[in-house]
Nanobody
């Protein structure tokens, strides 16, 4: 069992930055894919980024602007979001999967409750 808690969301102007955190308790997730997904109102949940060991993966829409990283000692994964755009507005979720499919939401077994990110123009 893994419990995930996201934090760090908020309201920011376009071009600004936020850092999201995903703290895990229970089993450590150093050996598994940890992903960030987001869901905007009226839209499906979409993949944002994932990390497994030192391998990182990004959606094209955030590549070059977002950076995913992990601190295994703190059992925490971060999502540094720079150059934010209004279209980045969504609830952001972190999740853990034991499978090798990092961009497919149904493959993820454990989910956090989400943190709201709002980017004003």
């Amino acid at each position: 069992q893994v419990q995930l808690v996201e934090s760090g969301g908020g309201l920011v102007q376009a071009g600004g930055s936020l850092r999201l955190s995903c703290a895990a308790s229970g089993r450590t997730f150093s050996s598994y894919h940890v992903g960030w997904f987001r869901q905007a109102p009226g839209k499906e949940r979409e993949f944002v980024a994932a990390i497994n060991y030192d391998n990182t993966y990004y959606a094209d829409s955030v590549k070059g602007r977002f950076t995913i990283s992990r601190d295994n000692a703190k059992n925490t994964v971060y999502l540094q979001m720079n150059s934010l755009k209004p279209e980045d507005t969504a609830v952001y979720y972190c999740a853990v999967t034991y499978s090798g499919t990092y961009s497919y939401a149904p493959a993820y077994k454990y989910w956090g409750q989400g943190t709201q990110v709002a980017v004003s123009s």
